[in-house]
């Protein structure tokens, strides 16, 4: 079945520490996104990407870093700039063009040691 | 950028009411996405609509183009229904989405 995979399900990053979270969908589609999610918030847009080897950043990409270097990947690094890096971060995919069906993964709890 | 509310934040109801959740935006739209998200986290897709209704189940959901306005109803609810519902947006040929912040929705038996 096509979906999105997340992985790992929990990560705990050390401070001064590099963390990259995996998103892998094989829904052939254009547009993969990166969404932080914080208790009480709605979905805010990190990075989103429209096709191969181009990425745009959102309303909070500071302290983050992406790359897109296949159709069906688009990995997330949390980097040591991010100071506040507790929450939870769900990929997503969606076509493009017309109306855009959305699709997510199950996402990726990150804490802080 | 599109501002899109939601309406209940919160909601309790006992087994078997009519649930009613509200999503109104800012901007005409291309697309409305009514999202379900359970505890531990994964969102699943409900409805995508652009005009009308659409029903799948206990589930309807409404769009109103000219007043910017969506609704999801629940019939005969139950327990399992407990989730937070996302509504989100997406307008013109843009490829971005916007979300509202959720309706938390607790079934009581």
């Known amino acids: 079945d096509g979906g999105i995979t997340q992985s790992p399900k929990y990560l705990f990053r050390k401070e001064g520490q590099n963390v990259t979270l995996s998103c892998e969908q094989n829904l052939n589609h254009d547009a993969m996104y990166w969404y932080r999610q914080d208790p009480g918030q709605g979905l805010r847009l990190i990075y989103y990407?429209?096709?191969?080897?181009?990425?745009q950043k959102g309303d909070i990409a500071e302290g983050y870093s992406v790359s897109r270097e296949k159709k069906e990947s688009f990995p997330l690094t949390v980097t040591s700039a991010q100071k506040n890096p507790t929450a939870f971060y769900l990929c997503?995919?969606?076509?493009?063009?017309?109306?855009?069906?959305?699709?997510f993964g199950s996402g990726t709890q990150l804490s802080v040691l | 950028k599109n501002e899109v509310e939601q309406s209940p934040q919160n909601l309790t109801a006992q087994e078997g009411e009519f649930i009613t959740i509200n999503c109104s935006y800012s901007?005409?739209?291309?697309?409305l996405h009514w999202l379900q998200q359970h505890p531990g986290g994964g969102i699943v897709s409900l409805f995508m609509l652009s005009s009308g209704k659409k029903k799948h189940g206990r589930l309807i959901a409404t769009i109103n183009i000219q007043e910017k306005h969506s609704s999801l109803h629940i019939t005969a609810s139950h327990p399992r229904d407990s989730a937070v519902y996302i509504c989100a947006v997406r307008w013109g040929t843009g490829n971005q989405f916007y979300f509202g912040t959720g309706t938390s929705l607790t079934v009581i038996p």
């Open positions: 997503a995919s969606a076509t493009t063009g017309g109306v855009g069906k959305l699709f």
């Open positions: 901007v005409g739209i291309s697309a």
């Open positions: 990407s429209q096709i191969v080897n181009d990425f």
